[in-house]
């Protein structure tokens, strides 16, 4: 039987200090608005990573660069609490050499995952690029500033700049905040770059060298990817994604990604394994990117 950590059908875990990728479980779930199953995301993902294959025709391996799969983030208590063990996770991750991947969980934990990563480069700027189909700028959502609605505004008060890919809903209040933050926030919104498709975005000039991925599943379309809390029609491709994905790390450093908000459907196979595939795809693709990645 496998083991409970990423691709363990195929691979041993590695020691930490021999893998270039940490995987960050969080089963975090505690402000979800509409359909919920989040928490059960990351086991759900671990699972089905059994049955991938270990070979990318795009990529190689990715997996002989170590994977190693952490315990989960511990998620009982209080939101600031939970964030800070994410924060804590994250930044002895980066520190260590290592990518922190997180799999959440609700799109919260990003706050904590990120935060940890700048800990980690306190000279540098860090960059988030985001993929999803909701702007996440709310100041505050049913009552919490927490709320997987309000995490890129949490970052964006922290002085981060930010990247939006495929949002296609977003409120009144949510465009008034880009419009606040010109300079810090821009935005590639699903009616202009899936109408045709396109696959190749620049960065602003002056956006930061090392990068923070987060990709909440929902910035798939929501016919190929209902298995999440709050699905949207008009997203984003399969391989419209991952050429976004390879874009954006031709042209920056990736220092640490995540992927959240899938929430599994029981019996419906099919969506654990894309989440689980799309995770092994964003590790080769970010592998390739830092020239890392070794082709069979």
């Not at 041993?12 to 928490?39: C, M, N, W």
């Not at 260590?96 to 904590?112: A, I, K, N, Q, R």
């Not at 008034?176 to 602003?204: G, W, Y």
């Not at 929501?222 to 991952?242: C, H, I």
Request: hydrophobic fraction near 40%.
């Amino acid at each position: 039987m496998a083991e409970r950590i990423f691709l363990g059908s195929e691979i041993r875990q590695p020691a930490p200090d021999d893998a270039l990728f940490h995987v960050i479980p969080v089963p975090y779930e505690k402000t979800v608005s509409y359909g919920g199953g989040t928490a059960e995301g990351p086991a759900a993902i671990i699972e089905a990573s059994n049955q991938l294959e270990t070979y990318d025709q795009l990529h190689g391996e990715p997996c002989r660069l170590g994977i190693y799969t952490q315990e989960a983030v511990d998620c009982r208590g209080e939101a600031g609490d939970i964030l800070q063990r994410i924060r804590e996770r994250t930044r002895a991750t980066a520190e260590s050499g290592s990518l922190p991947f997180v799999l959440g969980g609700e799109h919260t934990v990003s706050y904590g995952a990120v935060m940890g990563v700048v800990d980690a480069f306190p000279d540098e700027r860090i960059g988030v690029v985001q993929f999803d189909a909701h702007a996440d700028l709310r100041e505050n959502y049913e009552g919490s500033i927490w709320s997987h609605a309000c995490v890129m505004k949490r970052l964006v008060d922290e002085g981060l700049p930010l990247c939006q890919i495929g949002v296609r809903a977003l409120s009144l209040d949510e465009q008034a905040v880009r419009h606040e933050f010109p300079a810090q926030i821009t935005a590639h919104d699903a009616r202009i770059i899936c109408r045709p498709p396109q696959h190749d975005l620049r960065l602003p000039e002056n956006f930061p060298q090392k990068i923070y991925v987060t990709v909440d599943i929902d910035g798939l379309d929501g016919a190929l990817m209902p298995a999440t809390g709050t699905p949207v029609p008009g997203g984003l491709g399969w391989w419209q994604l991952l050429d976004l994905l390879s874009s954006i790390a031709r042209q920056r450093q990736i220092v640490g990604l995540d992927l959240v908000e899938f929430a599994p459907i029981r019996g419906l196979h099919v969506y654990d394994f894309t989440a689980a595939d799309l995770t092994y795809k964003m590790m080769g693709i970010t592998a390739h990117a830092l020239g890392k990645d070794r082709k069979s």
